[in-house]
């Protein structure tokens, strides 16, 4: 059976899709309604459940190319791991950092020690999703989830700065937040490669396009359940 050409680039394609879908999550309140007034304890929840989500990007990313059959394909997605482990140096690996940082604002706001609260329901759900995404349903559907964290992170994190991030002790160590939000085009640029490389069609292209769209509903429940757990509700237009 014949199916049309791919007609734009994965990177194009997904970019497209994703503008409605990344401007509705940028409109919940975890980024828009708090700021420096907000708790401590608010602001500790946000960062532990961060934590626990942006946690699993690596074992998505490893999900999704143990499945990829092209050496071609398969070469974005390696380099993209390797990165994310420090490139051989584990102080430069992406979780290091961010226990890093976490572990800063827990010093700063509790010097003597603070139990961690367990991670919300809607995070686990959350994380879930996005591993079934990666695992279970076909490397381009998987790759597409991976296009989109990466086109949509350094948004996030610039408006998570302004909104929840806000309360961020001085004491914080941002190398982590910092070092994404520099490198996330690179990233997506490497993982469209591979979606490119397996793309002969716009019906393989679709599926990218899907995986995309499904990792953003993840994106927004996981913001959403912890827009709701602290209080915060999506402001009316």
């Known amino acids: ?24 999550l940028l409109d919940l309140p975890v980024f828009t309604a708090v700021g420096r007034n907000r708790p401590p304890a608010d602001v500790l929840r946000g960062i532990w459940n961060y ?14 190319l143990a499945q990829v059959d092209s050496e071609r394909a398969r070469m974005p997605l390696v380099e993209n791991l390797w990165d994310e482990h420090g490139r051989g140096d ?52 998987g790759m597409g989830a991976l296009l989109a964290l990466e086109l949509t992170n350094a948004s996030q994190l610039a408006a998570l700065q302004r909104g929840l991030f806000a309360g961020l002790p001085d004491a914080a160590d941002m190398t982590y937040l910092v070092v994404h939000q520099a490198c996330d085009d690179q990233h997506a640029a490497e993982i469209a490669e591979g979606i490119d490389e ?31 757990s602290l209080g915060l509700e999506l402001a009316a237009k």
């Open 1 to 24: 059976m014949w199916h049309e050409p791919v007609s734009q680039t994965a990177i194009e394609e997904v970019r497209h899709r994703l503008a409605s879908p990344l401007a509705q």
């Open 51 to 64: 934590e626990a989500y942006a946690a699993i990007y690596s074992r998505c990313l490893a999900n999704v």
């Open 90 to 141: 584990p102080a430069g690996g992406h979780r290091l950092m961010m226990a890093t940082f976490v572990s800063s604002v827990e010093r700063a706001f509790h010097p003597e020690g603070i139990d961690r609260d367990p991670v919300l329901p809607s995070t686990t759900l959350a994380i879930r999703d996005l591993i079934s995404l990666t695992c279970d349903q076909g490397p381009l559907r």
């Open 198 to 228: 397996l793309c002969t069609d716009n019906r393989q292209l679709s599926k990218a396009v899907e995986g995309a769209l499904a990792a953003m509903q993840a994106d927004f429940a996981f913001w959403a359940g912890l827009s709701a």
